[in-house]
Every structure is written in structure tokens, then in C-alpha cells.
């Protein structure tokens, strides 16, 4: 129930930052990716924000024996680039410039109860269900 709970919390936290640095809206990412037009930086400064806050943060979290609500860690523990990273971070940038969302601000949209979230988000969906389809039936190594 805590982690339910806590995963509830940090998830509305991340709306919250997602709209207030105004990332749900597509035109902002657009803007940063126009470096020849009207280019607009200040998604450098969102992620930059968020770097140095986890930055920091970790290296206190990480010192504790065990989470707040778990008995270990669960770090990632592969540092090869295979592939399907290279494969999958290649559609995430595409689908990111093409739509102007992501996951997060994508779900966070839905909010806002407009056509267009609603589409990425269905399309996203479909996508993951395609992709585990296809991982499942040829048996996709990571």
C-alpha cells in the first residue's frame, strides 16, 4: 500500500512539474527543436533542472542500506548499448518530434480532454502491444 501510495504521490508531483514548466504542450517541444527558426530553450532548462536535482539526490539516496519501501535496490545493471536501445531510443526521438509528446506528458494531457493527447496516447498503446507481440513471436534479444 505505501508504495501505491508514494507511486501516486511522485507521479502527481511529475504532472504537476510537467505542466508548470508548460512540456505538455507540443508547440514548446517544437520550439526547441526549430534551432534554425524561432527557437525556444527553454526545455534545455527543464531538463537541465531535473539533472541536477537527481544529480544531487542520488548519491544521498543510494548511501542508505535498503529504499524507504522495498528491502534492495533495483538499479539497472546492463551498460551495453544493443540494438534494440539503439532501435528504440531512435523511434522515441521520432514519435517526440512528430507528435511533440512523450509518455509523461502525453498521460498528463489527457487531462485536458483535447483530441490530439488522446490520439498519441491510443497510438503509444498500440505501439507497446505491437512490440510485445513481435518480441514474444520472434523472440527479440536484449
Known amino acids: ?84 536501445l539503439i532501435a528504440g531510443s531512435f523511434l522515441f526521438g521520432v514519435g517526440w518530434a512528430l507528435a511533440g509528446y512523450c509518455p509523461g506528458p502525453a498521460l498528463t494531457s489527457l487531462a485536458s480532454f483535447q483530441i490530439r493527447p488522446l490520439i498519441f496516447f491510443v497510438s503509444m498503446l498500440i505501439g507497446m502491444l505491437v512490440f510485445r507481440f513481435l518480441d514474444r513471436r520472434f523472440d527479440i534479444k536484449r
Do not use: Y
Not at 14 to 23: C, E, H, T
Not at 37 to 63: D, E, P, S, T
Open 1 to 84: 500500500m505505501k508504495n501505491n501510495i508514494t507511486s501516486l504521490a511522485v507521479g502527481i508531483l511529475f504532472a504537476i512539474g510537467l505542466g508548470v514548466s508548460g512540456m505538455t504542450r507540443p508547440e514548446k517541444v517544437f520550439g526547441f527543436l526549430d534551432v534554425f527558426g524561432n527557437w525556444n530553450a527553454a526545455l534545455i532548462f527543464v531538463m537541465l533542472g531535473a539533472v541536477i536535482v537527481h544529480f544531487i539526490a542520488f548519491r544521498f539516496i543510494v548511501k542508505r542500506k535498503s529504499p524507504l519501501f522495498s528491502t534492495q535496490w533495483h538499479l539497472p545493471t546492463k551498460k551495453e548499448i544493443t540494438w534494440p
